[in-house]
């Protein structure tokens, strides 16, 4: 592990310490003796002539020695201080990469996710009970297209509802008309997805909105793609109304950040997030910032990689690759991890 690097220069460093310390303490203890030895030595007078030559030795080895001492700490320092500085890099290009890789991962997950939904209300507008409750939007029709959304709802159960809108803007039927009473009659003329999808110019085409809260829909987080509904169903078709499908955002997005592999040690200090095009907080791990929070992203327009923040942290981040014919929306994956202590050896 890369931690071990740092966790060996760390240790290198104290043993280090620790016997230099200890040598130079050898070094002043045998230097005092010397010293004590030739006061005894001229005591001594002539007699202790020779042994005051040898106490004289004994203090310059100790000086000798000191030196070396010194020559090794000032050399072993820098080395260390390079190997911490190695290993910390290693760490965060190891940690880095791997969190750009998951953060890859995620919005790969959420783009596959989404591409189905683009399908989802393309063909939905298809369906004759759809195209006859827009065409000619009576209380039967209305009431066979909102059984036939319940249908629907029953077999899919990512989304919170369906709507139907006529031309207008105005709602006619929705799939779950007992759960959303207020859904039947909403105006919706003044919603981009709405005029988006009626402006599309063909049935291959939709509309989709950035992740909102819905106040017809017990303000249930959803991302809504919408697509027109036209003359018999056929894809050049004059548009009649607009389908509008309503993904169930916060369950859906959620169990994805959760998803993502950690240790639990890593849990602790990590947050996995997607962001929108523009970098708010559309996911989070403990749901932390949703739809509220600005994240600092700084992709610097590469679409995968890492970087460490101010605060230390390892920021990884992939942007939407899409998938298959959903080109995505400009969204992100991103986690951060706080710096974790280093592991004991």
Known sequence: MPERVVTLAGQVSRNANDKVERINAVTGRIKMLALNALIEAAHAGEQGRGFAVVAKEVGSISDEIKQLSDALSNE????IAALDGLGHQLVRQVRGGRLA???LNMIDMIDRNLYERSCDVRWWATDSAIVEACADPNTTTCAYASKRLGV???SYTVYVDLWIADRDGRVIANGR?????NAIGTDVSGEPWFNNALRTATGDDYSVDDVTTNANLDSAHVATYATAVRVGGESRGAALGVLSIFFDWGPQ???IVDSVRLTEEERDVTRCMLLDSSHRVIASTGGRGVLSEQYPLQAD???IGYYTDRNNNVVGYARTPGYETYAGLGWYGVIEQRPRSSPSS
């Open 177 to 181: 008309p007992s759960r959303y009473p």
């Open 76 to 79: 072993l320092a820098p080395q």
């Open 101 to 103: 890789d998951q953060s």
């Open 253 to 255: 997005a959620q169990a």
């Open 301 to 303: 327009q590469v679409s």
């Open 152 to 154: 629907i709802l029953d």
